[in-house]
């Protein structure tokens, strides 16, 4: 059967790019469907997506990148843009998730294209509970970020110790929601499936991102020369399959990094 990708916001930037990398490393067959900025998040055009891209992949997706396109106007207040900006990049995403769960085949990945601010380091201690821990599924999350627009919009987000800058908590709501759904998505049917979220690099950003959501050959649906040495394919083509790592990850650049790094460390010493 064809293998079957997806991407988002596929008419801007990066997610052009992605999209003519992807049809160059795809395998011959494959069907890549390009959804437009304008064209999402709301839950109908999302589900209408997810069918249409399982139906040229023979009942099934393999590849779904999410490029979210909202960006911060310079020149308009952040109360003026909050609601905006959180429903497109961040219940668009929800939705999307929503929609491709079911249609996601063994081995699948389901990339978001975030930023490097999603590391739970950037909120003040008082706020990470809201977005880490068992509880913080994707329902949860939206009415954490609710909450964030409203104490925006009545300028009461600065009391409540929120940065000012309104994509830094929209990336960590990123990283939560990708979080929350591998989670779900392990306890589900399809199993091998790999959820990440991808904040690219300067150097080679859609390479950062390709790297994180194809397989080598034999492995899925990429096709890269079998005879190529495993060290040349990995570091260009991901993870190969029976691969359970990183899953729910933040990869900047081309590194995972944890959630909350302060963590990590209390843990270490407390270990002792």
Request: aromatic share 4%; hydrophobic share 50%; no cysteine.
């Amino acid at each position: 059967m064809p293998a079957s990708a997806v991407v988002t916001g596929a008419d801007l930037g990066i997610g052009g790019a992605v999209v003519r990398g992807l049809r160059r490393r795809l395998a011959p067959g494959a069907v890549v469907r390009e959804a437009a900025a304008d064209q999402l998040p709301d839950a109908p055009a999302a589900r209408a997506l997810a069918a249409s891209a399982a139906a040229a992949g023979g009942g099934g997706v393999d590849i779904v990148i999410v490029h979210t396109t909202g960006a911060v106007a310079s020149g308009l207040r952040m109360a003026d843009q909050v609601r905006d900006y959180i429903e497109l990049n961040n219940h668009g995403v929800h939705r999307l998730m929503a929609a491709f769960s079911p249609v996601l085949r063994d081995g699948a990945r389901f990339v978001v294209v975030s930023g490097a601010l999603g590391s739970l380091d950037h909120l003040p201690q008082g706020l990470r509970d809201r977005f880490d821990g068992p509880d913080a599924d994707l329902p949860q999350l939206a009415r954490v970020l609710d909450g964030y627009v409203a104490a925006v919009e009545d300028g009461t987000a600065a009391d409540q110790g929120w940065p000012a800058w309104i994509e830094v908590a929209s990336r960590v709501a990123q990283v939560a929601a990708v979080r929350a759904f591998a989670r779900a998505v392990a306890a589900g049917p399809h199993r091998g499936v790999l959820v990440n979220a991808v904040a690219p690099g300067p150097d080679d950003p859609v390479e950062d991102i390709l790297r994180v959501a194809t397989l080598p050959d034999g492995a899925g649906p990429v096709g890269i020369h079998a005879a190529a040495p495993l060290s040349a394919v990995l570091p260009a083509a991901g993870p190969p399959a029976g691969t359970r790592l990183p899953h729910g990850t933040l990869i900047v650049g081309r590194t995972p990094v944890p959630f909350m790094r302060a963590r990590l460390a209390d843990r270490s010493v407390n270990s002792r």
